[in-house]
């Protein structure tokens, strides 16, 4: 029997790594849900069934604040155990990421292999905040 494949809420405003980052997820073969603009990520996460367990979250949202949202996420009782990614060109410090409640960081633009193997560590429970070199 295959493992259950964990839901993912995917926070990007970017229409270009919308889609690629939407195709990433595809090979990965996780279900997911998208949000466009970084508005009402919380109501969105409390409305989808099943619930989320990850949150793959760019840092330069159209609409809200990413550190806030994730911050809120980890602040939520129903959601504290939800794994928050950031993801972006560069990242901010691990201890600002890690203090506003990101779980680990994704570079991009970053290879497709390199993405997946970093995806599945962070889901295995890492906490990277540093991809590949």
Known sequence: ????????????SDPHNLIVVSSLLRDLKLPFKRNTTGDGVLEQMRQMDPRPEVVLMALDLAEGDAFTTAAAIKADQNFAQVL??????????????????????????????????????????????????
Do not use: W, Y
């Open 1 to 12: 029997m295959a493992a259950r494949k964990p839901v993912t809420l995917f926070v990007e």
């Open 84 to 133: 928050v990614i950031a993801i972006g060109p560069e990242a901010p410090s691990s201890d600002q990421l890690a203090g506003a409640g990101f779980d680990g960081f994704i570079p991009t633009p970053l290879p497709r292999r390199h993405f997946n193997a970093l995806f599945k560590r962070l889901l295995a429970g890492e906490h990277v905040f540093a991809g590949p070199m």
